[in-house]
Structures are given as C-alpha cells and as structure tokens.
C-alpha cells in the first residue's frame, strides 16, 4: 500500500462521500476514476461497520458482474487494502468480509436476481452507470436502503457518463429538482455531485489513451466521454432524449414478433461506415420494443456471423437488410451462415428523413420503448439533425427498418 495514492480528484471525492449529503454522484468522462473511489468508499463503510450489507447496482448483471465484482472492486481491495481477506462467493455474487460485512452485486435485468437483493436491507446503495436507469427503478430500490447501522450513516452512492439536460440525473443533482414533477427538491443540500474527467486520473491512464482516443471522438461523444458534460438538446433533432426516458423499460412483454434491421456496410477500414444492427419486437400491447444494439464496424463476414447469432439468440423472425449498396450479396452472406433464415430486402428509394420521420412519431406519440439503455444509438438519434448532419446515421437506419417492417401491415388474403 505504500506505491498508492489517491488522486488529487479522487481524494477532493471521498471528502464529498465523508460529508453530510446522503446521495452522491460522480460524473464524468470515461476511465476518470469514478468507480474506483466508490469502490474504495464502499470498502471502506464495509470495514468500519462489522455486520454492515451494501449493495453495487446495474443495469444488466453481466456487466457490473464484470467491471465491478472481476475487475474494478478486486484492483481497489489490491491496491488499498491488501492485508484484508475478503472471499468472493460466486453463486450469491457477494463479497464478504472478515467482520461480517457483505457487499452484493446486482443487475436489474435479471427479475428472481434482482428480487432475491432487494429483499434485503442496506446500509449503502451504489447505483453504478446510473445513467442505464430509469428513475422509477432506483426510487424502488432505495426503498432498501433501510439497514439500521450503529455508528453509518445510509447512504446512495450514483456515477455515469453524464448523458442529455433531460436525464433524471442532471434534473436531480444538478437542478436540484425531484425528475418526475421538476418541483424544486426539500432538502436540496443531500444531493451532493461533483465531475470527475480522464484529465484527473491521466497517471493511471494508459499513453496517449486521452489525445487518441477520447480527443478524436465526434463533438457529442467527446463532451460526454471526455469533457464530462450534459448535453444540450440539439434543436431540429427527431428524437427527443426525454422521450426516450420517459417510455424506457427493464424488460419487454410477451413478444408477437422480432425483426433485425441491418445497413449494412461493404467495407471495414477505419473510416468506413458501420453497419447497423438493431433488433426490435412488437409487444403482446402493440406496442414496439427496441431489444438490442449490435452494430460494429466489420468485415461482411464477420458481421453476417454477428447477425445471424443474434437472430437465432433472440428466436427471431426475420432479418430486413437495405441492399442498395451490397445487393444480392447481403443475403447470400447470411445464408453463408444460415441457409434457411427469414430474410427481406429492403431498398431505400426515398431519403433517410422521409423513412425516419414516421418512427420519429410513434416515439413522440409513446409508442416504442428501449429495454434499457443503448448509448451509441441514442446519441445517434437524439444528435441527427436532418439539414446538419453529415455522418451516416447507420444505427438509426437499421432501427428504421425494424421498426417499418414490424408494423407493416399484414398481407390481404385474395380468396378465389
């Protein structure tokens, strides 16, 4: 423990996790150390509370299972605190402590999981990529929040990405009004933020990972991963992200259909297009669930491979591909891999607008929802201003298809 040492940023950090505030967020650019701190603060609370329970909360399981149980929570306990011997139990997915204290791991994708943690009490809650979360999940999970600690506090810990002005975390921490009816908070004073960029943890970041990486992305992705800020609205845009948040799920209903919408490109160099790849479904409710954002910047055949997996994962119904630049080839790729797939050719004789306002609407109107969050596609849609964008809004065009074909009308049926 005698080579570590905090950052400057994460050090003015834990100095906000010590203070009076019972809700923190972190926010920032990516690979800014925000994780880290929380996981050494929640190691911390942990270790001083013997008998404490805390939990660390995602989106999908799998990914705080990955980045934070096998990855960023075993660094933090290495480089922190070493002489502790905690045990990682992989069947409860709980870390627990030599005094007693556990801390759980959660994804809210996964319902018997999810119930069997929120059946507990807490003494912390870390809401980990809370921008993943819709507002009224984390409300009922701070419901649990609820351990009677001697001597610690309750307290909610929250770190994102910041996303649109529009979020539930820029309107609760920043604002400082409740997200749902935007009255101003009570006690605003216990909602505590502070940013936290790459520029902050450079030393433990790899060369040139800032100037090449995160400097070259487009405007957007490079004030949210880089900068660390909320973004504006983008006037003329289709989409709105607060429509996206307002109607988003955790998981979709009983589904009639699934369909995957691919634009597929013909090229895979560093500056070819990517190719979409987007599957959605038509709910038991009529309604339209986006499943899953797969698009990639491949070869042909390693995105057909990628299609055809997903359709065949999802039991999907067909796969809708534009062919206007691949032609006959897009569908003889994926039969390469699958010669008895469900496939429709679609060919885009009108302009990307004429096909993407009609989905546009049904989003104003309530009618699709995202099962989660799919940053890259909605970054995508809430940045693509028709008479100003130039990049080719390859995610949004594969979204189009699915949802189009989805909600085609069925084929008459000519009796003789």
């Known amino acids: 423990m005698a080579d570590f040492a905090y950052t400057p940023a994460q050090k003015k950090a834990l100095s906000l996790i010590s ?40 989106r999908h399981f799998n990914g705080v299972r990955t980045a934070v149980g096998m990855d960023t929570f075993p660094k933090a306990m290495k480089l922190r605190f070493p002489e502790v011997k905690y045990v990682w139990n992989k069947t409860d ?39 993943e979360l819709d507002y009224a999940s984390v409300t009922t999970a701070l419901t649990r929040l609820a351990q009677n600690v001697p001597g610690l506090r309750n307290k909610a810990f929250f770190d994102c990405n910041p996303p649109s002005k529009s979020h539930w975390t820029f309107r609760l921490f920043v604002e400082k009004t409740d997200p749902a009816d935007r009255t101003a908070l009570v006690r605003p004073e216990n909602y505590a933020a502070l940013r936290i960029n790459p ?38 845009a289709l989409w709105k ?37 987007v599957a959605a479904g038509l709910g038991s409710d009529g309604r339209v669930y986006v499943l899953e954002d797969r698009s990639c910047r491949a070869t042909p055949l390693e995105w057909a491979k990628k299609v055809v997996a997903l359709y065949h994962r999802l039991e999907a119904d067909r796969v809708v591909a534009e062919i206007n630049n691949g032609g006959d080839l897009v569908e003889n790729l994926l039969r390469e891999f699958d010669p008895d797939i469900s496939f429709r050719a679609v060919r885009a004789t009108r302009g990307k607008i004429v096909r993407a306002e009609p989905v546009a609407a049904l989003y104003e109107k309530g009618k699709v929802s995202h099962t989660g969050t799919f940053r890259d596609l909605e970054d995508e849609l809430t940045g693509y201003v028709p008479s100003l964008s130039r990049k080719s809004p390859d995610r949004m065009d594969a979204l189009v298809w699915a949802v189009t074909d989805l909600l085609r009308p069925p084929p008459r049926l000519v009796t003789v």
């Not at 203070?19 to 609370?45: D, H, W, Y």
């Not at 759980?104 to 912390?124: H, V």
């Not at 520029?199 to 070259?216: H, K, Q, R, S, W």
Request: glycine content about 10%; aromatic content about 8%.
């Open 19 to 58: 203070g009076p505030a019972e809700n923190i967020m972190l926010f920032g650019g990516s690979r800014s150390g925000k994780t880290f701190v929380l996981c050494c603060a929640l190691a911390v609370r942990a270790l001083k509370a013997a008998g404490s329970r805390h939990a660390v909360i995602r």
């Open 93 to 131: 997915n709980m870390f627990s402590f030599p005094n007693g204290s556990e801390i759980w791991l959660a994804g809210l994708d996964d319902a018997q999981r999810a119930d069997k943690i929120l059946g507990k009490e807490f003494a912390t809650i870390y809401f980990n990529e809370c921008s």
């Open 199 to 236: 520029a902050d943890n450079e030393v433990n970041l790899p060369p040139g990972y800032i100037e090449n990486t995160l400097a070259g992305l487009p405007a957007r992705q490079r004030a949210r991963f880089l900068e660390g800020r909320f973004s504006d609205e983008c006037a003329g």
């Open 241 to 277: 992200q607060d429509e996206l948040d307002r109607h988003r799920v955790i998981s979709p209903p009983e589904l009639d259909r699934i369909v995957i919408g691919v634009d597929p490109a013909v090229t895979a160099t560093g500056e070819s297009d990517l190719t979409g790849i």
